[in-house]
């Protein structure tokens, strides 16, 4: 915690500074509110995350272009926080704004739209609603396979996450083959006793036991 204090702290020194030294609805200053509020979301604060993220979108609205990808990391913050504080239907419709603005401003295969996607299918997982969790964990997947390279951890953590919720739906073959793909990027990519390696195992020998 008291990183966290050092930062924001350091974060509101900022703040301060630019407040005298910048015009009001200055883009520097949206980013100085993102800052502060994301350490928040970090300390579990997450009414007052909410807020400084807010206050941080406001700005954006006034000092930049409608599909600015600014704006995609503002809805994407403000949905992490509402995921974090369990409200889904909000988290997912911020995660789908953000998404929005992403499919128009960036590529079609970068690695911005797989985390959209990707946290798309977490609050689809938190409510239950599996099938579309694993479409969007699928769409997540097909682009990191053409953005990263093969053996990249963001990977694993996509073959992962699908691996689960095949073992949630109850087709545990189909979730043993992605969660042994996870297991062996983690292998390949992180060293022998890191804990996602050591965990990934657990998760093979899990499922191989309800089989």
Same mark, same amino acid.
């Given at each position: 915690? !008291?990183?966290?204090? /050092? &930062? %924001? @702290? +350091? =974060? $509101?020194?900022?703040?301060?500074?630019?407040?005298?030294? *910048? #015009?009001?609805?200055?883009?520097?200053?949206?980013?100085?509110?993102?800052?502060?509020?994301?350490?928040?979301?970090?300390?579990?604060?997450?009414?007052?995350?909410?807020?400084?993220?807010?206050?941080?979108?406001?700005?954006?609205?006034?000092?930049?272009?409608?599909?600015?990808?600014?704006?995609?990391?503002?809805?994407?913050?403000?949905?992490?926080?509402?995921?974090?504080? !369990?409200?889904?239907? /909000? &988290? %997912? @419709? +911020? =995660? $789908?704004?953000?998404?929005?603005?992403?499919?128009?401003? *960036? #590529?079609?295969?970068?690695?911005?739209?797989?985390?959209?996607?990707?946290?798309?299918?977490?609050?689809?997982?938190?409510?239950?609603?599996?099938?579309?969790?694993?479409?969007?964990?699928?769409?997540?997947?097909?682009?990191?396979?053409?953005?990263?390279?093969?053996?990249?951890?963001?990977?694993?953590?996509?073959?992962?996450?699908?691996?689960?919720?095949?073992?949630?739906? !109850?087709?545990?073959? /189909? &979730? %043993? @083959?992605?969660? $042994?793909?996870?297991?062996?990027?983690?292998?390949?990519? *992180? #060293?022998?006793?890191?804990?996602?390696?050591?965990?990934?195992?657990?998760?093979?020998?899990?499922?191989?036991?309800?089989?």
């Amino acid at each position: 915690m !008291g990183e966290y204090s /050092k &930062a %924001l @702290s +350091s =974060y $509101e020194r900022s703040l301060e500074i630019q407040k005298i030294a *910048l #015009p009001p609805n200055h883009p520097d200053l949206a980013t100085s509110y993102n800052n502060i509020g994301s350490v928040y979301d970090n300390m579990g604060e997450y009414s007052k995350a909410l807020s400084w993220y807010e206050r941080s979108l406001e700005i954006r609205k006034i000092a930049l272009p409608p599909n600015h990808p600014d704006f995609a990391q503002s809805y994407n913050n403000i949905g992490i926080v509402y995921k974090n504080m !369990g409200e889904y239907s /909000k &988290a %997912l @419709s +911020s =995660y $789908e704004r953000s998404l929005e603005i992403r499919k128009i401003a *960036l #590529p079609p295969n970068h690695p911005d739209l797989a985390s959209s996607y990707n946290n798309i299918g977490l609050v689809y997982n938190n409510m239950g609603e599996y099938s579309k969790a694993l479409s969007s964990h699928e769409r997540s997947l097909e682009i990191k396979k053409i953005a990263l390279p093969p053996n990249h951890p963001d990977l694993a953590a996509s073959y992962g996450n699908i691996g689960m919720l095949y073992e949630r739906m !109850g087709q545990y073959s /189909k &979730a %043993l @083959s992605f969660l $042994e793909q996870t297991r062996d990027i983690f292998k390949k990519s *992180l #060293p022998p006793t890191h804990p996602h390696v050591t965990k990934s195992q657990t998760h093979v020998e899990r499922v191989k036991k309800k089989m």
